[in-house]
């Protein structure tokens, strides 16, 4: 592998520890094909990178171990528990970037959960593409960021985009990516439900409402054109009126909340709002910064969500931070 540095200088405190954090992503577009024969759906997605981050701690150590905090840690058990062993898309990314390099698997790797886990907001994918840039650090594999992004394609649909960042269309998987302008930074509020909901549950529950012809097919994929354009750095109504998300109806299906949850979000005032990917996390458009606040406080007081967060973006990927 050759050597690329990510973020900068390289970051190895005293206690041997190496930091990297990775954010959410929203999709401001999210058009889905039917059901392919390896059992996943073409996409046609913009992602957008936000300033809500996972952080990646990880150090030298004879084994890898796995500790998780933070705000969305999850209890000991019980279906928000992130699992800290070969399940965890970190624990997997370990033994990608360690069998690709020739290092052995062992650090201990604790992860700092903001990003609530199954919301929609691709945190697991976060931790992995932050995990990624941290080990490669730690263990000087030094890969570059087309080796990573291979990697990351192996682990998720997800994982290329949190460690690339920014904007980005997205096809096959979601995986190919290409960058996209956006001129001026987006405010939103992310309205974080109580409990996760299953990215394959959701995908399913959409393939059935088409199966019943509750849904049109997904043959004809509709263009990510407007939004590519009203982020561009178009009028905020612009953008509002070009969000689109084919999962939102299965993830309402689902979950019927998620429609209260939607109108209280444009009755407290958002420009426009989505389920950002399979759900169930609300994310609101607000026009600037001070009108996110104003509807993050609107917003928390309609008893719809368990975290209110306004956040921006786009916002760089996976890095190294401190
Ligand atoms: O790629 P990832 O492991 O994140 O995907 C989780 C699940 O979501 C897949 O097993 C599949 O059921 C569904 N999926 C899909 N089409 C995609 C991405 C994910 O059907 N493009």
Not at 92 to 121: F, N, W, Y
Not at 148 to 170: E, N
Not at 199 to 218: I, M
């Amino acid at each position: 592998m050759t050597r690329a540095p990510h973020g900068g200088p390289g970051r190895i405190s005293g206690d041997g520890a190496v930091v990297a954090r990775a954010p959410a992503k929203v999709n401001v577009h999210l058009a889905v094909a039917p059901l392919g024969h390896d059992g996943y759906h073409e996409l046609r997605t913009v992602f957008l990178a936000v300033s809500l981050f996972d952080t990646v701690t990880v150090r030298p150590a004879g084994e890898l171990t796995i500790d998780v905090t933070g705000p969305f840690a999850g209890g000991r058990t019980g279906p928000d528990r992130v699992p800290t062993d070969r399940r965890n898309l970190v624990w997997q990314a370990a033994e990608l970037l360690a069998d690709r390099a020739g290092v052995p698997a062992a650090a201990a790797i604790t992860i700092d959960k903001s990003i609530p886990a199954a919301a929609g907001l691709a945190g697991g994918s976060a931790d992995a593409a932050a995990a990624l840039v941290a080990l490669d650090t730690l263990w000087g594999t030094h890969a570059t960021r087309g080796e990573l992004a291979d990697l990351a394609a192996r682990l998720g649909s997800d994982v290329p985009f949190s460690l690339l960042g920014g904007v980005a269309l997205g096809s096959g998987r979601g995986e190919r990516l290409s960058p996209v302008l956006a001129r001026r930074p987006w405010h939103w509020v992310l309205g974080i439900a109580g409990s996760g909901l299953s990215t394959p549950a959701v995908y399913g529950e959409l393939d059935r409402l088409r199966a019943d012809g509750r849904l049109p097919s997904g043959e004809e994929l509709p263009s990510p054109d407007p939004v590519v354009a009203a982020l561009h750095g178009g009028p905020v109504d612009a953008l509002a009126a070009a969000l689109h998300n084919d999962l939102q109806e299965p993830a309402i299906a689902l979950r019927p909340q998620l429609r209260r949850a939607l109108d209280a979000a444009t009755a407290a005032g958002a420009a426009g709002a989505l389920v950002s990917g399979s759900g169930p996390t609300v994310a609101a458009l607000a026009a600037d910064e001070d009108d996110a606040v104003a509807l993050a406080a609107e917003l928390a007081g309609t008893g719809q969500f368990r975290t209110v967060r306004a956040v921006h973006g786009p916002v760089p990927g996976a890095r190294l931070v401190g």
